[in-house]
């Protein structure tokens, strides 16, 4: 009788050990399945390197990156992604640009990121320039195809008359930060006065923001959810 207890806990034991290691198994595997996307924003510029400039306002492109950037970030959250910001107040990395890029380059190659997204504003001599314009690059495939659908939902949400593709370079630096997708995103013109407008305004800020956040929900779902 005494040996058939014996067994009996010992056969109890070995369940419960079994049942234990395959529970924590399970919720590990559900934990690495579920785990969300860490999306890095990098709002351009900062600090002693205001960017382009408005044409009409004087309006400095740094300033309108951070506020698309946190718009963004909050759009993100909302559903569901982790987000990780190069910076959050008016300030650079550095105290020289190229010290400040390659800040910027060695917390993108730091993050173990799954997207990056630079923001930034357009400018040219020509003010009937516009229309949004995201880069990626080149040898990237996975970059162009979120690149292009990224491009799309600023197509819409700006309304511009130039309706572009997404473009892929090779010689921009903080596309070569990591292996990571990493995308420009030039949300509009600074030296057009209607994009200015658009750009300045919350109104428009929070549009762009939301089109960037669906193209990327559109090619970079949470596993478990649908794009």
Wanted: with cysteine; proline share 4%.
């Amino acid at each position: 009788m005494k040996r058939q207890k014996i067994g009996m806990l010992f056969c109890l034991g070995l369940l419960l050990a079994i049942t234990g290691t395959a529970t924590v198994r399970s919720l590990a595997v559900q934990a690495r399945v579920y785990t969300a996307p860490l999306v890095v924003i990098d709002p351009g510029h900062g600090g002693f390197d205001p960017g382009a400039i408005g044409m009409d306002t004087k309006v400095e492109e740094c300033e309108i990156n951070l506020a698309i950037a946190k718009l963004l970030k909050a759009e993100l959250e909302q559903r569901g992604y982790r987000v990780l910001m190069t910076r959050e107040e008016d300030k650079a990395l550095a105290h020289t640009k190229k010290a400040d890029m390659q800040a910027r380059r060695d917390m993108i190659g730091q993050s173990g990121a799954d997207l990056v997204l630079s923001i930034h504003q357009n400018s040219n001599p020509d003010r009937s320039a516009n229309g949004a314009m995201v880069l990626y690059y080149k040898e990237s495939e996975e970059g162009q195809r979120i690149a292009q659908a990224v491009q799309e939902r600023l197509n819409g949400a700006l309304k511009s008359e130039k309706m572009r593709d997404a473009v892929p370079q090779t010689d921009k630096y903080i596309l070569k930060s990591g292996e990571m997708p990493i995308l420009i995103v030039e949300c509009g013109f600074l030296s057009n006065s209607r994009e200015e407008g658009i750009l300045r305004s919350e109104e428009g800020q929070q549009a762009l923001a939301l089109a960037i956040a669906e193209g990327v929900c559109q090619t970079l779902p949470i596993a478990g959810t649908t794009p």
